[in-house]
């Protein structure tokens, strides 16, 4: 008399029938599936006899579920990781998942992207554009303000101060005048075109001169001394104006006795100063 093969749970006969062998024990597809399968992590049902089970860690899913939670992408046979929640990811989407955000599409940042990256802040090489004209900066130069960034072209224009001579926007030194800005270059003399920044310099009627063209072209010619007359350089600081004619100071003076007449009483006689003196003499 044969031996019986039957299931280890039910015990029904196993002859000729389909069963599954697992720890050494015999059973029946049902008691298998009810019993011993294990239970997919991700659809919560048991895996069967005829289904093909994949494990990791202790955990178990069917072939079919095993996709990455992202992307949904088959992941038998690919490399793959256990995350969160006992989900699991392509390498792709985790290398995506894990990447830094670009400032300006919130998209991720993944190897290989030309990107930009300000004081922690990082933007893909087309996002990183002007606040004002929305033109790409990219790697190029910007000027921060706040949140916002501008190219050169558009921070010149919006915040850079305007020469008062030429109008165009003072991007990087410059000199100040009565309150105004001016390029250095632009602060020139009137007539030998040399620049005044740092320089002795005089402003007659908005124009302005190097002390060297001052006394040639403009200055009064002293009526004494017939030089320039100067005021405001060196000795001379005084004028003495009468009918059409100037002096320095120190130059009007009595023509017979040279006495210094300037705030003081004197006479003209043909042509010439003299104090009130003199011409009792003549």
């Not at 998942?97 to 922690?120: L, M, S």
């Not at 100067?230 to 004028?239: E, I, K, P």
Request: hydrophobic fraction near 25%; glycine fraction near 6%; charge should be positive.
């Amino acid at each position: 008399m044969s031996e019986r093969f039957d299931c280890h749970y039910c015990r029904d006969s196993l002859q000729g029938k389909k069963y599954v062998q697992k720890e050494g024990r015999h059973c029946c597809v049902k008691c298998f599936e009810k019993i011993c399968a294990n239970t997919c992590i991700e659809c919560k049902k048991p895996i069967g006899a005829d289904s093909k089970e994949l494990h990791f860690k202790n955990r178990y899913w069917h072939d079919s579920c095993f996709r990455c939670f992202k992307c949904y992408t088959s992941l038998v046979n690919e490399p793959f990781m256990l995350r969160e929640n006992n989900k699991v990811w392509c390498s792709n989407c985790t290398a995506t998942d894990e990447a830094p955000r670009c400032k300006g599409c919130f998209k991720p940042i993944i190897a290989g992207d030309q990107n930009v990256e300000y004081k922690k802040m990082v933007w893909h090489k087309d996002c990183f554009t002007c606040s004002q004209c929305k033109q790409v900066i990219g790697s190029g130069s910007f000027f921060p303000k706040g949140d916002e960034f501008y190219c050169v072209s558009c921070h010149e224009h919006k915040f850079a101060k305007t020469c008062a001579k030429c109008k165009n926007p003072i991007t990087s030194g410059g000199l100040t005048y009565q309150e105004q800005p001016w390029h250095s270059e632009c602060f020139i003399c009137s007539n030998c075109k040399k620049q005044l920044g740092g320089k002795r310099f005089t402003a007659v009627e908005d124009q302005f001169y190097c002390v060297e063209c001052y006394k040639e072209c403009v200055a009064k010619k002293c009526a004494g001394c017939k030089n320039p007359i100067t005021a405001g350089f060196g000795r001379g600081t005084s004028v003495v104006n009468y009918e059409d004619e100037s002096w320095h100071d120190y130059c009007f003076k009595c023509t017979k006795c040279a006495r210094g007449l300037a705030n003081k009483r004197f006479v003209c006689h043909n042509g010439k100063i003299y104090c009130a003196e003199c011409p009792k003499r003549l």
